[in-house]
């Protein structure tokens, strides 16, 4: 092991799938990983303690919206993001690129940065590569994102070429501002669904030698066969030793589909998004805890899952939704939350075996008969 | 001890102050105590261990919601409401009077019973006091209520003694049509504010011989000085040896104020009403979080408390609430409820220590000053 603050240990391969460790100044994360997303500094409902029971080992906050609100000197105030969550394991903060395609009002892209209205009070805000890395630094995470160009797909071939481009400038101008040593900053392979230019800027990327690497701009609602294509078009022009980062991805079978093709880490707000709506995961696929077979149902979600919602049996739990009571997005998202950390357990227990393969099959059969 | 399934222990008394102790089939209560309200079977926001956490020893369900949605039959289904809410310790269901009263359409009240209308989907909904006890039985709290009729407040005195009297004929019906020996009935003195009513209604209770009683029809809009000497005017009439429950009440003071005039237990909707809309309860007095003055405070919102909003600064606390975030509303009715239990373990420890005023004043100084 290194004496450099950041270190991965890619301990073990099966076939492209990765067993490794990520070491950081705020403690170890054991990959494949997931990471729990706490947009507004709080995974959503969910109480830090409880996070952390869920396995967790690492969670993402948002620089946009921690930025405009509570404003990102306000966190640092507070002992960083760290001291903010109360969560003194790893953090990892995104660049606020995608919150500023998809939440802002009327933004305008310039080789600058984006010039953009607020969601919450409409005023006037400038983001940068250079203040991105600013309000990252205040922040404080362990693992903190380029700024990248996010853009709609589908889009023209020199759209996506063109947003490509800017994202490699961008990213140099990120590694130039970035001044904290206590962080690694992470370079984000973009492309779109275009393999050749995936694998241009992959090598792009490379060359600036960035300590880890994202795969960007993907799940914005192309079909999986492409999705997982496009990982495969860009892992295996990413450094062996280096960790790959999977951003804003997916499902439990997007997961291991990823994991697959040599993804180390994931973040999605499907776990707890879809907690609220009273979709819960299982080994037997999805359940909408709302359907009225539920009404008398004694088990709990699962025999084997030890988290707090499977202490009570799904009668309960569906009660808890039909009467509008918080504790079921609460309790659902926990499920959810643990559901995913178990699977990710699974699945670094499966690649040490080398026994991924089958595990992941056997995985699918499950999700599949669910159906 | 008794070997009956309930026994009221009355350990020592400072004054009027009574510290004891109530044996239940599901375990014991020490007194003074504090019941946290599951309206409908979940405390709002809050999983079961961590209510069990902030120390609460019994906790509330209603029975009006619960016969509504998800209905008794189902809760029986489901385990009663010990399984349902995955609590093994016990338990009290109110009577459904007082949400018949408050929540019902159209209701219509005769001497069998009240006729009404759902809140949740108009359905017609006939309860009588034979009624209330089947359900509750279904329910299988460990304490149960008597059914009463509920009226507003000030209203006339033919129409409080009318539904006075009316509630000891149905207590009556009650005690009749109750079969289950594991299920404490709990009469209820009724009377507003007229001290000669209460005191006619509590030797009436008391000629009854329920083994244990509330105190009822308080905390409904009168002076907290017309509600102290309510109290005052029913507990001199109510035997020392069995418990005294003081139902829908209150402040922390008024909590202290009833005490001090010997009543036992309570339950009250204010720890998580408040804490939902971002006001906390401390010895310095309540807090309202969205307050300006809390964003760059790094203290938690009491430095002696261990509750898990405690973790984190009170200008976390407040970013919850700016950014409407779940996690306020739950972190802050936590807080409430263990700053409720605290306030009940140093009470009982006072009484013991026979120096309950002096921590009275004390307490009542602390809140005042942060007026």
Redesign the interface.
Known sequence: MSNMPFHFDLLHSDRDARRGCLHTPHGTVETPAFMPVGT???????????VAETGAQMVLANTY?LHL??GDE?VA???DLH????WSKPILTDSGGFQVFSLADRSKVDEQGVKFRSHIDGSLVDLTPERSMAIQENLGADLIMAFDHVIALPNTPEAVADATWRSVRWAERCQKAHSRSDQLLLGIVQGGLDHALRRECADAMVAMDFGAYAVGGLSVGEPPEEMYAAIEATTPHLPNERLRYLMGVGKPEDLLEAVRRGIDLFDCVMPTRNGRNALVFTDDGPRRLKNAQY??Q?EPLEADCPC?AC???R??L???F??K???G???AS?HNLTYYQRLLAEAREAIEADAFEEFHARKQAGWDQGR
């Open positions: 507004q500094g709080t995974i959503k409902g969910v109480d830090i303690g409880r919206h609100r509570p306000v105030q507070l002992g001291g903010f969550m109360n009404t008398l004694s707090p202490q009570h049996s009668g309960y569906r009660h808890l039909q009467a009571e918080m504790l997005p609460v309790l926990i």
